[in-house]
């Protein structure tokens, strides 16, 4: 479509067309696909470790991603004795977690603060009636009561043990969105309905009601994602606003208006999360059902329910753009892998290079003493030890640089250590280690104290991943003589396992208020270049999702001219291969590095 007033374009001359109404919308016809309504941020595959939870809409979508031969979590299955009457009855194989409808933000957060342990149990989370006891945060679950209060403890801290550990070992959490209205205990307990609809008795000294704003909403939603990564630093959360009105309403509002305001307030929120942060994204499972597009075809006759064809037509569209390749980390082909296999047993650059490179780097820097005004720390391997070179021709103050080599942080050769936030196994490079750490008083301090700029290459240690990821495939059966294809989330899954460890440390940093600037390793390989891309991409998209800015250089190089040997390369010479160093830069290509990452910190 093109809009043009005498001949001069203007901004919506060249837009696609489903940037309009009457081509995105208008035209298509009740059985069709929206084109390009949702193009996911990331791929969601079969192999991934899939967490659901939300409003009565987000069973749904369990559903729908079981059948589909997707790894959904189950975190709680039910016992083999049962029936699926009574196991639907009981909470089972509905959502992830045996929580029951969790409506609001809030509930989630409560949810997890009992998983984490961060909040005790409170009497009012309990009602005794005729004998027997009920759970008020899962009103509906077990209507058959516990026997005691002992019961329905325990019975609850099994729900939270599984919430926990699935928490800490899925890497995707679909969530939707269903209210903002809640009621609560003086106390703060946040029920999921009010007391005394399904079970326990309504008290107005006792019981409130509360309608949540955009803000309050906003700043739940990222606590949930703070602390549920703080314990799994590379989960990733698809929001979703449930289509379905609210029941009935506690406010003064018309029941059209107050859903009007939930469901808006939901859907700004997760529309402003979606744009902010890389490991969010949005579904637009709202849209789809409550648009004008099909004249309110996808609700049953009480315009509330949504329908079976309107859920099939919401998932349809779920699922196909999860298929698509435009999803980052998809399905798409990188290399053959017996080509791969090949390259992954030829003799790689040794560890002695590299050590010989820190060593050097920490040599060279004796007669520059870091002044302790400073507030630049490098964490990293060899090419840390680089770029700390590099700054200090640029006389440039600075402390830290080459820690351990790239071998070292690969292996995750060191311990945590909660003021030094990791310590190395390695004597000599402990020692390197706390004397970059000396200047801040033998610690790394909080941002409260010293802000820091801190530049890290924690977790990429480019040149270790080609023949442990060989030997990943090799070990999982993938790498078939006939010559199987090695696929983005083929990447991502490997990353995801081998890298969560180093990521959580560059976190750490993040999470004391420090700026931290991550950098990928110099793209000086000759061979395999799809897939070293590939690699930088994802670990970027690591170092961004744990709150870092990431810095690729690959994509650097390349937008000034590409890799040029005569440039960039290292002349130095690996003794274990008699070649030159493929791994490092030159002076040069630190130099310039330096000057572009400094610019960074804002």
Not at 3 to 21: A, I
Not at 58 to 77: C, M, N, T
Not at 362 to 369: G, L, M
Request: aromatic letters at 12%.
């Amino acid at each position: 479509m093109t809009l043009k007033r005498g001949g001069v374009s203007n901004p919506y001359t060249n837009l696609p067309k489903w940037n309009f109404w009457r081509n995105a919308v208008e035209g298509v016809r009740s059985a069709g696909l929206v084109e390009n309504i949702w193009t996911p941020k990331f791929g969601i595959g079969r192999d991934d470790l899939v967490v659901t939870a939300g409003s009565c809409f987000a069973q749904h979508i369990s559903r729908y991603l079981k059948s589909s031969g997707f790894s959904w979590v189950d975190s709680e299955p039910a016992p083999d004795s049962m029936d699926d009457e009574e196991k639907r009855t009981q909470g089972y194989g509905v959502f992830s977690f045996r929580t029951g409808n969790i409506y609001t933000p809030t509930l989630l957060e409560q949810w997890i603060d009992f998983a984490l342990g961060k909040r005790s149990s409170e009497e009012s989370e309990y009602f005794f009636d005729n004998g027997l006891f009920f759970d008020l945060l899962r009103p509906a679950l077990n209507p058959g009561g516990y026997a005691s209060l002992q019961d329905a403890v325990v019975a609850r801290d099994k729900t939270l043990e599984c919430m926990r550990r699935s928490l800490a070992s899925a890497n995707t959490f679909i969530f939707t969105l269903g209210l903002t209205e809640a009621w609560l205990h003086k106390c703060g307990t946040i029920y999921p309905v009010c007391p005394g609809t399904i079970k326990g008795d309504f008290n107005p000294d006792l019981h409130y009601f509360h309608n949540y704003d955009y803000s309050e909403i906003l700043a739940c939603l990222k606590r949930v994602f703070d602390k549920v990564r703080s314990i799994n630093p590379i989960m990733r959360f698809v929001l979703t606003v449930s289509p379905v009105p609210l029941t009935a309403t506690a406010d003064s509002d018309h029941i059209l208006t107050a859903t009007t305001y939930s469901k808006a307030v939901l859907r700004a929120v997760a529309g402003f999360l979606s744009k902010s942060e890389s490991y969010v994204d949005y579904f637009p499972s709202y849209e789809l059902v409550s648009s004008p597009l099909f004249e309110g075809a996808s609700f049953a006759n009480n315009k509330r329910s949504v329908t079976d064809e309107g859920v099939t037509f919401v998932m349809r569209h779920f699922m196909d753009a999860l298929s698509s390749s435009k999803a980052v980390g998809g399905d798409f082909v990188l290399a053959d892998v017996v080509s791969l296999k090949q390259s992954g047993s030829e003799k790689s650059t040794s560890d002695i290079l590299c050590e010989e490179l820190i060593l050097e780097s920490w040599e060279n820097r004796a007669d520059r003493p870091v002044s302790g005004m400073s507030d630049i720390l490098l964490v990293g391997d060899s090419h840390m030890g680089q770029l700390s070179m590099a700054f200090s021709e640029l006389e440039i103050s600075h402390s830290g640089g080459g820690i351990m080599w790239g071998s070292q942080w690969h292996n995750r050769n060191y311990l945590r250590s909660e003021g030094e936030v990791f310590l190395p196994n390695d004597l000599v490079a402990q020692g390197l280690w706390r004397k970059s750490l000396q200047v801040f008083g033998g610690s790394l301090p909080l941002a409260s104290e010293k802000k820091l700029k801190i530049i890290t290459n924690l977790g990429a240690h480019t040149h270790m991943l080609l023949p442990s990821f060989i030997k990943s495939l090799s070990d999982s059966g993938r790498l078939n003589a006939g010559g199987s294809q090695v696929t983005g989330k083929d990447i991502y899954n490997y990353l995801a396992d081998v890298r969560v460890d180093l990521f959580s440390i560059v976190k750490d940093m993040v999470d004391m208020g420090h700026q931290v600037v991550w950098v990928s390793d110099p793209p000086a390989q000759i061979s395999n270049m799809e897939l070293y891309e590939a690699f930088d991409r994802v670990l970027c998209q690591f170092a961004e999702d744990v709150g870092a800015r990431s810095f690729d250089a690959r994509s650097w190089i390349a937008a000034i001219g590409g890799w040029k040997d005569d440039l960039y390369q290292s002349a130095e010479i690996d003794k274990a291969t008699g070649e030159y160093d493929r791994i490092h830069g030159n002076a040069n290509y630190y130099s310039m590095l330096a000057r572009e990452l400094l610019g960074m910190f804002s």
